[in-house]
C-alpha cells in the first residue's frame, strides 16, 4: 500500500521524527511556528504543496542529512515486497535507507537528479522481506536536498510462493516514470528485473485496452540484476501515444510461465 510521507505518526521531535530545524519562526503574515513551507501540519517536518499528478497533494521537503520520519504500518501479508518511491531532486546527492522496527531493511537508496524540485519519478527497491502485524516504518534521510511524496510498498510473493517457484521474476518500476518521448534519439526508460535462474524472458508493453503494442525477448546467460532500455515505439516502430501503459515480463525458464505487470506512464 502507498504511505503520504506527509502522513507520519503524531509526536514531537525525536519521537515521530527528527528535524534540523524543527521550530521555523516566522514575523511576516504567517506568524507563529511551523515547517518551512507551512503547509498541512504545524510541527517540524517540512512540507510544501505538491504538483506530482501521481502522488498525494503535499510532499516532505527541505531534507538535511541524518533527518527521519516514522510511520506506524499494518503489514496484511507475510512475503516478499517491492517498494517504490516517488521523488524530486535537481541534483543526485540524496541518499535514503528504510528500517522497520529499528531493523534495516534496504541498502543505500541513492535518489537521482529528476530535474526539478517538482519533476517527479519513481525509484525502486526489490525482494525486501516483511512479517506480517503492525510495525515501525522509518526513512532515514542519510543525505539531503531532494523531495519525497510517497513510499508504495507492492507484495511480491508470499514465503510459500517464494518456496515452491524459486525460479521466479522480480520486476522494478521502469525509470524515469512518467517519461517522455520524441522523435530524437536517447530518449527511453529502463525496465529492471531480477531473475533467480537464467532462461528466456519476454517484455510485452499493453494499452489500456490490454492489446499489445510492443514486445522484446531476451536470452539470460546469467541470473541477478538484467535490464531492458525501452523507447516508447510500438511494433511498427511508431511513437506512442501519450497515456497510461502496462508492462510484463514473461518468463518461460521455469516449470511454469510467469510474469509481473507494472504501469508505465507516457508523456
Keep these: 500500500g502507498i504511505i503520504n510521507c506527509s502522513d507520519y505518526d503524531f509526536g514531537t521531535q525525536n519521537v515521530a521524527y527528527y528535524d534540523k530545524e524543527y521550530q521555523?519562526?516566522?514575523?511576516?503574515?504567517?506568524?507563529?511556528?511551523?515547517?518551512?513551507?507551512?503547509q498541512y501540519r504545524n510541527d517540524g517536518v517540512d512540507i510544501e504543496a505538491c504538483s506530482d499528478l501521481f502522488g498525494a497533494k503535499y510532499n516532505v521537503g527541505w531534507i538535511d542529512a541524518a533527518e527521519w520520519i516514522n510511520y506506524t504500518v499494518e503489514i496484511e501479508q507475510t512475503g516478499v515486497y517491492g517498494i517504490d518511491l516517488r521523488i524530486a531532486s535537481s541534483n543526485s546527492t540524496g541518499k535514503i535507507k528504510l528500517y522497520m522496527d529499528n531493523n534495516e531493511i534496504t541498502s543505500i537508496i541513492e535518489v537521482p537528479n529528476t530535474g526539478g524540485w517538482q519533476t517527479w519519478a519513481t525509484t525502486s527497491v526489490s525482494d525486501v522481506e516483511l512479517q506480517a502485524g503492525t510495525s515501525s516504518l522509518k526513512l532515514y534521510f542519510l543525505e539531503g536536498g531532494f523531495n519525497i511524496n510517497h513510499?508504495?510498498?507492492?507484495?511480491?510473493?508470499?514465503?510459500?510462493d517464494s518456496t515452491t517457484n524459486p525460479d521466479g521474476v522480480v520486476v522494478s518500476q521502469n525509470y524515469p516514470n512518467p517519461f517522455s518521448i520524441s522523435t530524437k534519439a536517447g530518449n527511453s526508460t529502463t525496465i529492471?528485473?531480477?531473475?533467480?535462474?537464467?532462461?528466456?524472458?519476454?517484455?510485452?508493453?499493453?494499452?489500456?485496452?490490454?492489446?499489445?503494442?510492443?514486445?522484446?525477448?531476451?536470452?539470460?546467460?546469467?541470473?541477478?540484476?538484467?535490464?531492458?532500455?525501452?523507447?516508447?515505439?510500438?511494433?511498427?516502430?511508431?511513437?506512442?501515444?501519450?497515456?497510461?501503459?502496462?508492462?510484463?515480463?514473461?518468463?518461460?525458464?521455469?516449470?511454469?510461465?510467469?510474469?509481473?505487470?507494472?504501469?508505465?506512464i507516457v508523456l
Design 24 to 38: 521555523w519562526l516566522s514575523g511576516g503574515p504567517n506568524n507563529g511556528t511551523w515547517n518551512f513551507g507551512w
Design 151 to 160: 513510499v508504495d510498498f507492492k507484495l511480491i510473493s508470499t514465503s510459500g
Design 192 to 264: 529492471k528485473f531480477n531473475s533467480a535462474s537464467t532462461g528466456e524472458v519476454i517484455l510485452v508493453i499493453y494499452n489500456v485496452l490490454g492489446q499489445r503494442v510492443y514486445q522484446e525477448k531476451k536470452i539470460l546467460e546469467s541470473s541477478g540484476e538484467n535490464s531492458f532500455i525501452y523507447d516508447g515505439r510500438d511494433f511498427n516502430g511508431n511513437i506512442l501515444n501519450g497515456g497510461i501503459y502496462f508492462y510484463s515480463i514473461n518468463y518461460s525458464g521455469a516449470e511454469k510461465s510467469k510474469r509481473q505487470i507494472q504501469k508505465m
